[in-house]
């Protein structure tokens, strides 16, 4: 379901080039906005707009720019609908699955404020709740909207480069690929599954461990 989304989504694209970059500002919007981002399969989409961008069949500057604009502006909006509704609005609307996501971020906002924005929107359960914990702690808009944009600045490449590289290999390798060529990809491929396997574990214990420790 998510590669058939996925697949028509490139197609789409490949033939509307123009509009890749207004599309991309709501896929990034979207998969910032809190909650939505759980629905919304926007991270395998910004992964194909990388991929696009990398087999030069979209403009890297203007994806770029407006990655980083939806995600501002989506974290934004959730901070101030936030604000707006209050904690038992915000609470009592949550799904349950995020409610414990919600609680622990609500504690870990109250011990680290500004990083806990920062390093929020790269944390997939976090992201989806950041901007309501902030809101609903009462964070002063001008430090939550300084770890939004710079942390949307710092994120933007990251979410984009794997499909980027992944599209730049592709139109190196062409039609009629070298097997040696192939072999090498693959390799870098699984060197780099295996390093994401390894340290996978080891930074979810870690952001755990500081979870349990602002929670206490």
Do not use: H, K
């Not at 028509?8 to 909650?35: D, H, Q």
């Not at 504690?107 to 390093?119: K, N």
């Amino acid at each position: 379901m998510l590669e058939d989304w996925t697949m028509a989504f490139e197609a789409w694209v490949r033939a509307n080039a123009a509009w890749a970059a207004p599309v991309t500002f709501l896929i990034a919007f979207f998969e910032s906005f809190p909650i939505v981002s759980i629905v919304v399969p926007s991270t395998a989409l910004l992964l194909a707009v990388g991929a696009l961008i990398g087999g030069g069949l979209i403009a890297p500057g203007p994806a770029l720019l407006a990655c980083v604009a939806g995600g501002i502006l989506g974290d934004a909006a959730g901070y101030w609908l936030a604000r707006w509704f209050g904690p038992y609005a915000v609470r009592r609307r949550l799904p349950r699955s995020c409610r414990r996501v919600y609680a622990w971020s609500v504690v870990v906002f109250r011990r680290w404020g500004w990083w806990a924005v920062f390093i929020g929107r790269f944390l997939g359960p976090m992201r989806a709740v950041t901007p309501l914990a902030a809101g609903v702690v009462g964070m002063r808009n001008w430090p939550f909207q300084s770890a939004n944009v710079l942390s949307a600045l710092v994120w933007a490449p990251l979410v984009l480069m794997p499909g980027t590289v992944g599209g730049w290999l592709a139109r190196q390798l062409g039609p009629e690929p070298d097997p040696l060529a192939i072999g090498g990809v693959l390799a870098g491929a699984a060197l780099l599954w295996l390093s994401y396997q390894r340290l996978r574990p080891v930074v979810r214990a870690a952001v755990q461990a500081r979870l349990a420790r602002a929670r206490a």
